[in-house]
């Protein structure tokens, strides 16, 4: 059995990820002032509205058209050995993001301060915001829905997509008895069938990973660009957060489940937040 969510629902979700925090936000400056929103509470605000489309387009899609489960649709599972799995794999994504960082410098030039997506939960915030907006929300919460939507939702459905290709109804074997009733295995206990449909393998499982993982990564880095101007830190962010979304691809096509991935994210999140602190501490940050 496979799901009946797929592409189309990643599509309108990304959708609703560029246009819903957008308009909601402008129409709340507009009420209550552009003052209110600036600063720790502005970032809040943007953080709400952007997890709130993440976690509404995967539970929507889980309880309408799929199995009415996130860690059944998507993976949202988790073990002890997750802790020392994300620690590990951060910290090779750290010195492979500093040795991309490097090169960009000694390819450009260091005429200027690097920018970094940290940034924007450091500038103009008191210590509480910081807390809310880094220690929280950037270091635990985001990483969970990120995970949950980028290499829970996307990647399963373009490998579901390349896998399984569109489904069509197989005709009955030549011969074959043709007793009324639905073909195949019933659905499990406490699965509704419209949600559900028959699966027909139409490529190597393997390909089809690839792809997915692929373009998880790319939609994945390209989602992170939209608040840096400098096109160093551009090409930085770019690259880095590609390689981050390669890795948490295939250690969630590894495993089977999103806990390896998720703890990666919270690992490298939560350091990206301490260097940017260190950074910025020391004048090396803009």
Known sequence: MRPRWSIIDVVLAAVAFLVVP??????????????????????????LLTWAVLLGACLIS????????????????????DVLTGLIASIGLRLLTAVVAVIVVLLTGANQPLQSNGDIFLAGSSTFWLIINAGIGATLISPLLEELFFRGLLL????????LGRWRRQPAPAGAATAPGPAGPPPAPGIRPERVRPATVKRP????????????????????LGQLDDPRSVLIQLVSVF??????????????????????HVWFNGTSILLALLLQGVGLAG
């Open 22 to 47: 957008l308009i909601i936000g402008l129409a709340l400056q507009l009420t209550l002032g552009p003052s209110v929103f600036s600063g720790g509470p502005g970032v809040f605000v943007s953080l």
């Open 62 to 81: 889980s309880r309408t058209r799929g199995f009415g489960s996130l860690a059944r649709d998507f993976g949202l599972r988790f073990r002890w050995m």
């Open 156 to 163: 399963r459905a373009v490998q579901n997509q390349v896998w």
């Open 205 to 224: 499982l393997v390909r089809a990973s690839v792809v997915a993982a692929l373009i998880s990564a790319v939609v994945f880095g390209s989602a992170h």
């Open 243 to 264: 390689c981050i979304g390669l890795v948490n691809a295939g250690l969630t096509l590894w495993f089977g489940r999103l806990g390896p991935a998720v703890l990666t």
